[in-house]
């Protein structure tokens, strides 16, 4: 197991994240591990989890039962698929 912390937060994470940077980051972990992680903010709250989405196989929702509203989850869902 290895660990990736992100450090500080950049002024614009999600112009970091569009740079071909991700891309790059991703490809030379896939080489050595055999499942890369990759956490990240909740997807209403910024665009961030939008921008890393095409970049990986698949994703997971975790969902909190008593705090999350279903219409807030269809919403999540639907932002996931356009």
């Known amino acids: 197991l290895s ?10 994470p999600a112009e970091l994240l569009s740079s071909p940077a991700l891309e790059e980051l ?3 972990v896939r080489e050595d591990f055999d499942y890369v992680l990759i956490d990240s903010p909740p997807v209403l709250a910024v665009s961030d989890p ?5 970049h990986t196989d698949g ?6 039962m008593r705090k999350n509203q279903r219409p807030a989850v ?4 639907e932002t996931l698929d356009s």
Do not use: Q, S
């Open 3 to 12: 660990l990736m912390t992100a450090r500080l937060a950049p002024e614009n």
């Open 74 to 77: 269809r919403r999540t869902r």
């Open 26 to 28: 991703l490809r030379r």
């Open 59 to 64: 994703m997971m929702l975790i969902v909190r």
């Open 50 to 54: 939008c921008i890393i989405a095409p």
